[in-house]
């Protein structure tokens, strides 16, 4: 019993020692197969571990290795057992399907057998055959011979017919193969002195190549002829031999009067938009209508385009690919590809440049995109190399090739000139609100007391909120050119010159500086046309509010929509408020010199056209001083409409209507009697007046005033009495022409004060008219006060 247990323990050992060796852990093993006393050794001998462990252990150490060697059997004999349960259904599949593969391997050796039974009967079958047509396979291979001779001798003496009937059937690749069948033939046969058949054959096959060759050659002649027809024709004369520089000059040709049709009618296009724009044309001429840019480039373009690229593709699989057939060809069709990429831009620049504003910037752009991604599809075609990258170079001024072909210096054109169309609407626009403005403005304005609102404050929201609208929209229209969408709209170059210098400096900053120009222009002397003054008045407050408000929201509008960021290299808003603050203030400035002429004006007539010297006793105000303040009153209703009131000086001391001092002449009561007894040898009166300027603060007549209704109605009066009182020393006056005066002045003193900002300077420019009249005055005497006082109330 115990043999068999032996050598099946060796069996083991030797499977499992063949194992270590496969898989490289031989070392390792043999380490632990040593250890006699290891439990897991399978050279663990017991006899030995057990001597050892009664030797080294006490009796406390064997019973705790007893129980810790049964707590180890158990848990194997668990483990093992659910091994044994978790696997059961592997090891049942495992022998049903050994059971299985040897029924298969059974019925293989047999199926093997059988075939080795038939292959040996093959080989003898074969061999047999051999033996029996062994002497006659010399015979039939010279048969074979002689038949395939024969053929060939058949295929020579029917060439020229067969040549004849392919070139007649225009079928000319049959013809050149017949011909490269034959040619080796005829060049080692037909020359000989005993073969004058083959000679003879030579001579009409050279005829009908010729024949061929021209045949081919007129069709690269032909304008008809498609792309793959010239390519075929190439192909086969370049297999007859024919020299390739000639073909490739031919070839170019061809390509040229085709794309010269597709460019007429690129060209036909551009004349039939300008015909249409221009409305001078006679009216045949205009009665076929263009197609739209967005139909321009989906049909024309990309017909020119289409044929470019497929002549260039076929052109670079005939002459480029193999390099050595015709040198010079590169730089040929670099000629030729940048002639007519020029015209096609030209005439793309030209259609571009007849699209108008009033379209909308959506459509342009989705044409242009459609453009950019058509050229860079083109781009894809075109060969490499330095004679290419100097062609893009050429077109675009790029570094670039996929830039310079997909024309990013013709869409940086158009775009620019769109925004320059822009440009000029909002211009238009603004003439036109201009023009809306005067025409509204032509009606009276209302009374002071009037419950309606103003006109000029309606027609001044009216205006700013139009151009406001105007800026906006055309802003949000231009912002399609940067849209996602477009292949070239998210390239950063394109976007920052865009949206930086077309969009919000031509189109944005260069319309606030337009508006800028127009407004000095109104202030223009020499305009020739005469400006209303509430005209002046709606730009000066127009400018203000920009000043204020709008131009910074707008800016910051157009900064947010169009995402700038960096403002270096920009105009900064400081600039644009300084421009038109400037403008504004030229506006009011001139306004107060336009309306204090025209009082002055009324004032001179007055004093010129009167005589002094023999003048009546005043019995009341002269109705040109009413004239005066109702039109100062009007004046102070229409500044008030658009301006705040601002600040007077009398009102910052608290003064009242009951603090109103009366006029009573020049200098204090005293000076009142010594002008009412005034004799000219008792008193020098110039200098008397001299003294007083002495102490009186110089007044400056045509300062700039200030955003506000007391400043430039003070403006106004400070030229209407500046120019009364040049008007009064220019004249003599009786006893009764100065009472006249200082009647006058007393009214416009005592209804002159509302509208002034310093009364002050009203009193002084008051006294210095009433001073210059009792200089002039021959027989100077005053009215009594009270006297002056009941015929102004009278007035």
Not at 461 to 467: I, K, N, R
Not at 505 to 518: D, I, K, Q, S, Y
Not at 549 to 557: C, E, I, K, Q, R
Not at 745 to 759: C, G, K, P, S, T
Request: net charge negative; aromatic share 6%.
């Amino acid at each position: 019993m115990a043999a068999p247990g032996g050598s099946s323990d060796a069996q083991r050992r030797a499977r499992n020692a063949a194992l270590k060796d496969y898989y490289g852990c031989k070392a390792s093993s043999e380490m632990a197969d040593n250890d006699l006393y290891n439990l897991n050794s399978p050279h663990f001998n017991p006899d030995m571990y057990l001597h050892q462990l009664i030797k080294e252990s006490s009796l406390t150490d064997l019973m705790d290795t007893e129980a810790n060697i049964y707590k180890q059997i158990q848990s194997l004999d668990s483990e093992m057992q659910t091994l044994v349960y978790e696997n059961y259904n592997k090891f049942i599949s495992a022998t049903d399907t050994i059971r299985k593969m040897k029924v298969d391997f059974k019925k293989m050796e047999d199926e093997m057998e059988r075939l080795a039974e038939n292959m040996t009967h093959i080989t003898a079958f074969s061999a047999t055959v051999s033996d029996t047509l062994q002497v006659r396979r010399d015979e039939i291979n010279k048969l074979s011979n002689t038949h395939v001779m024969l053929k060939k001798l058949q295929f020579l003496f029917e060439l020229p017919a067969q040549l004849k009937d392919a070139i007649d059937k225009e079928n000319y690749q049959q013809a050149v193969e017949y011909h490269l069948q034959s040619e080796r033939v005829l060049e080692q046969y037909g020359t000989a002195p005993d073969t004058a058949s083959l000679q003879g054959l030579r001579a009409e096959s050279a005829q009908s190549i010729t024949r061929l060759v021209a045949a081919l050659q007129d069709r690269l002649q032909d304008d008809q002829a498609t792309p793959e027809q010239i390519r075929e024709s190439v192909q086969l004369l370049l297999q007859l031999g024919q020299p390739a520089e000639t073909l490739c000059s031919r070839v170019i040709a061809h390509a040229q009067r085709r794309l010269a049709g597709d460019l007429a009618q690129l060209t036909n296009q551009v004349e039939l938009a300008r015909a249409a724009a221009d409305s001078d044309r006679p009216t045949e001429l205009r009665l076929h209508l263009p197609k739209d840019v967005l139909e321009f480039v989906d049909v024309d373009c990309s017909s020119f385009l289409s044929n470019l690229s497929l002549f260039v593709t076929s052109y670079k699989e005939l002459f480029l690919e193999p390099k050595s057939r015709c040198p010079e060809a590169a730089g040929r069709l670099s000629d030729c590809v940048r002639s007519q990429m020029d015209s096609l831009l030209s005439a793309v620049d030209s259609r571009l440049s007849l699209e108008s504003a009033a379209g909308g910037a959506a459509v342009l752009a989705r044409a242009l995109d459609r453009l950019y991604r058509r050229l860079q599809a083109s781009a894809a075609v075109l060969p490499d190399g330095d004679a290419y990258v100097s062609l893009m170079v050429f077109l675009c001024n790029s570094d670039t090739i996929p830039e310079c072909l997909a024309g990013m210096d013709l869409i940086g054109g158009a775009t620019e000139r769109r925004c320059r169309q822009s440009l000029s609407q909002l211009c238009a626009h603004l003439q036109q609100s201009l023009s809306a403005v005067r025409q509204a403005l032509v009606v009276p304005a209302p009374a002071p007391s009037s419950a309606e609102p103003p006109p000029l404050a309606e027609q001044l929201a009216t205006f700013l909120g139009g151009l406001a609208e105007q800026i906006r929209a055309t802003v949000t229209d231009l912002k399609a050119f940067i849209q996602p969408e477009l292949s070239f709209g998210v390239q950063a170059r394109f976007r920052n010159t865009f949206c930086r210098q077309h969009v919000r400096e031509t189109v944005v900053v260069g319309f606030f500086r337009h508006f800028v120009e127009t407004c000095r222009g109104f202030c223009d002397a020499a305009g020739g046309e005469k400006t209303s003054p509430s005209v002046l008045l709606l730009l000066s407050r127009a400018c203000r509010d920009l000043d204020t408000s709008t131009v910074h929201y707008l800016m910051n509008f157009v900064d947010d929509l169009l995402r700038i960021e960096d403002k270096s290299g920009l105009t900064p808003l400081a600039d644009i408020n300084s421009e038109v603050r400037a403008a504004g203030q030229q506006l009011i400035n001139h306004f107060v010199r336009v309306q204090g002429l025209a009082v002055s004006q009324m004032l001179r007539k007055s004093v010129a056209t009167r005589d002094w010297q023999h003048a009546n006793e005043p019995r009341s105000v002269r109705s040109v001083m009413k004239r005066v303040v109702e039109e100062l009153a009007m004046m102070d209703a229409q500044v008030g409409s658009v301006y705040e009131e601002g600040a007077a000086r009398w009102e910052q001391h608290n003064s009242s209507d009951s603090s109103r001092r009366p006029y009573h002449g020049p200098g204090s009561q005293r000076q009142r009697h010594e002008w009412s007894s005034y004799a000219p040898s008792q008193v020098d009166s110039g200098l008397v007046a001299n003294i007083q300027k002495l102490f009186s603060e110089r007044i400056e007549i045509f300062a700039p005033v200030e955003f506000s209704k007391v400043s430039i109605l003070t403006g106004i009066i400070k030229i209407a009495l500046k120019t009364l009182l040049e008007c009064v020393r220019l004249k003599t006056f009786s006893k009764f022409g100065l009472q006249q005066i200082q009647v006058d002045v007393y009214y416009l003193q005592v209804n002159l004060w509302r509208f002034i900002a310093d009364e002050k300077l009203l009193h002084g420019l008051l006294d210095e008219v009433l001073g210059s009249a009792i200089h002039r005055c021959l027989q100077p005497a005053l009215m009594e006060f009270s006297v002056v006082e009941a015929l102004c109330d009278r007035g």
